[in-house]
């Protein structure tokens, strides 16, 4: 199957996908910068107010300045140390000022003597009071504490750090954050790129609409067709199932996704797909129906992807079939009576020629008494007359063959199963047991036994042969499709059919070594209300 493009104007489904995880990455990067960088402002000037304060404080409480404010010349005796103060820390203004507000401190000289710009708030009460605030230098953050001497404020103490510096600081702080993005918008990028690379080789570089497409045409092909379709990946999970399939098969509404080995199917189809082998026409029983299946293996590209499972009911077609195949036995079975009755007319035709008409008459009466009394003794042992009749024929057809056809028990008119089903079960397993001795060597005796036993309620059916038997580990396979021991086309078809008659009468069907040498098939059917017939 060969891949197909994406149509003109459509972009493929992975390339979409990668241009919405690039933008999905590079939007979230942005946005992680932007927070990172507006909580590291905010913990700038946190940290910028937890200094003011702290720096506020320890000159608020140092006895050098309550004494300073309480001397005759404030300016004189507190610059220095304010100035001093401001450098040692790294703030941007240490103001001493009086409760007026007045200036005792300040960088500028020119702003001594001056009022105070700004809030106090709870400052000229005892508290200690932070704010942003744009003064004489500029927008700053600043902390204002009172001067207490002997439970008086006597002198406020404001301590400040221009937000310019605080941006510097946090502009300073930008290219690690900005590396940190950079990783991470990388390592974003790099994993679109896998996962895109991937999501193309999933749908093989497809457009959106094609892939919509081609499902809906899948979902009405698998309606569509008459067959039943199975679609397996590679790890043998069902991926897609038709309707039909669901019938012939009996799977379960969630079959989609499980695997095969849990859905209950025959083990030789589960066998193939496992193999990854081409099955053409292997026939099964499931339940009561005789399937066709067939499994292919599904390529992409030259790749695997795989398996497509094909199922085709041919239970009316196999029962017509066996029909048709016991008719070609009767005929031959006939073919051989003729030819056997044309060499003994011959035969008394020429003993008249002879002029021995005793002789002749004594030839013919022998024949006829020797056909009349096996007819007699099947009739009188077998009251079911298809059945005898089909006797009768399997006989003369032993005869042609060089088979030692023993018939053994009784069996009245009236059995559970219909003539058509009886003729079905007893021929296959006689013409199964033909098949198996006529493989055998000329030195061994080529034998096979029919027991028959029931009434009304009950049957019981035992095929024994001389052939070479059943190993163990192959009569589980018996039962559960049509099979053969002998590998050729068409064969074990019989087997199937009695494994149906048998399951669609709720019966029994056991395989056995047989005390001929080879296999013994035994068949028990009864009514619902009859009783098993004891072995």
């Given amino acids: 199957m060969r891949r197909r493009a994406a149509e003109p104007g459509e972009s493929p489904v992975a390339r979409q996908i990668l241009l919405l995880q690039v933008a999905v990455v590079v939007v979230l990067v942005v946005t992680a910068v932007a927070l990172a960088a507006w909580d590291a402002r905010g913990d700038t000037r946190e940290s910028a107010r937890a200094q003011a304060t702290a720096v506020a404080r320890s000159v608020a409480d140092s006895p050098f300045v309550r004494r300073g404010v309480e001397s005759a010349d404030p300016t004189a005796r507190l610059l220095p140390f304010a100035e001093e103060v401001r450098r040692d820390t790294g703030t941007d203004f240490v103001v001493i000022m009086d409760t007026d507000r007045t200036r005792y401190t300040h960088p500028d000289p020119d702003q001594i003597g001056k009022k105070f710009v700004g809030d106090l708030g709870g400052a000229p009460q005892g508290r200690v009071f932070t704010q942003e605030y744009v003064g004489t230098l500029g927008p700053s953050v600043r902390a204002v ?35 940190a993005a950079g990783a991470t918008l990388l390592a974003g990028l790099i994993g679109a790129w896998l996962i895109s690379r991937r999501l193309r080789r999933q749908t093989h570089g497809m457009g959106e609409r094609e892939i919509t497409r081609m499902y809906e045409y899948y979902r009405a092909v698998l309606g569509a067709v008459r067959e039943g379709l ?54 099964y029983v499931l339940g009561q129906q005789v399937l066709v299946l067939s499994t292919s293996p599904a390529y992409w590209d030259q790749a ?13 077609l196999q029962a017509v079939t066996g029909e048709l195949d016991l008719v070609r036995g009767l005929t031959e079975s006939l073919r051989a009576q003729n030819h056997e009755a044309a060499n003994r007319l011959h035969t008394i035709v020429s003993l008249v020629e002879m002029g021995r008409a005793e002789q002749a008459v004594e030839f013919a009466t022998s024949e006829l ?3 009349q009394g096996l007819a007699d003794e099947m009739v009188s042992a077998v009251e079911e007359p298809v059945l005898a ?38 021929g296959n397993l006689v013409d199964n047991a033909f098949d198996a001795v006529a493989g055998t060597r000329a030195t061994t005796p080529q034998r096979v036994r029919v027991s028959l036993a029931g009434d009304a309620d009950s049957l019981h059916v035992e095929v024994d042969d001389s052939g ?5 580990e192959d009569r589980a396979h018996v039962l559960e499709r049509g099979w053969s021991s002998k590998a050729q086309e068409g064969r074990g078809i019989g087997l199937a059919m009695v494994s149906q008659v048998v399951s669609r009468h ?30």
């Fill in 369 to 371: 008494e020797v056909a």
């Fill in 506 to 535: 709720g019966g029994t069907l056991e395989v056995t070594d047989s005390p001929l040498g080879g296999a013994r098939f035994v068949v028990g059917v009864r009514t619902p209300a009859g009783r098993a017939v004891p072995r």
């Fill in 468 to 472: 070479t038997g059943i190993a163990p």
């Fill in 230 to 283: 199975l679609l397996v990946d590679s790890q043998q999970r069902v991926e897609l199932v038709n309707d039909e399939a669901r019938r012939l098969l009996a799977l379960p509404d969630d079959v989609e996704g499980r695997s095969l080995d849990e859905l209950g199917l025959p083990p030789g189809l589960v066998s193939a797909v496992e193999r990854r082998t081409t099955v053409a026409d292997q026939t």
């Fill in 145 to 179: 504490v009172p001067v207490i001497d002997g439970g008086d404020v006597v002198a406020l103490v404001a301590v400040g750090i221009k937000v310019d510096r605080l941006d510097r600081q946090l502009v300073g702080d930008l290219p690690r954050i900005s590396l």
């Fill in 304 to 316: 695997e992807v795989g398996a497509v499972v094909t199922v085709r009911d041919r239970t009316e």
């Fill in 389 to 426: 009749a089909l006797l009768l024929g399997k006989t003369a057809q032993a005869a042609e063959r060089g088979i030692d056809l023993e018939v053994t028990g009784s069996l009245p008119a009236e059995v559970p199963l219909d003539p058509r089903d009886l003729v079905t079960l007893v």
